[in-house]
């Protein structure tokens, strides 16, 4: 996730120079979804517990939230 961060910094700030800030706006937007302690807490847990790798604790969480969504909608 640190690297992810600052990844997605690097590209932020290249495009608010390339883009403008304006359009740089959505890495921002993306900064704050990886640093959500509401996302990343279940994936966290799910990674801790053994049951499952990365990608898959990150596919189950978002298809809750996709889910609690939709029921929201």
Known sequence: MKK???ELEAIRDRAIV???ADKAAIFEA???VLNDPELT???KDKIQSGK???ESALRETADMFIIMFEKDG
């Open 4 to 6: 992810a961060n600052s």
């Open 18 to 20: 390339d883009l403008g």
């Open 30 to 32: 993306h900064l704050l």
């Open 41 to 43: 807490g279940p994936i």
């Open 52 to 54: 499952v790798n990365a």
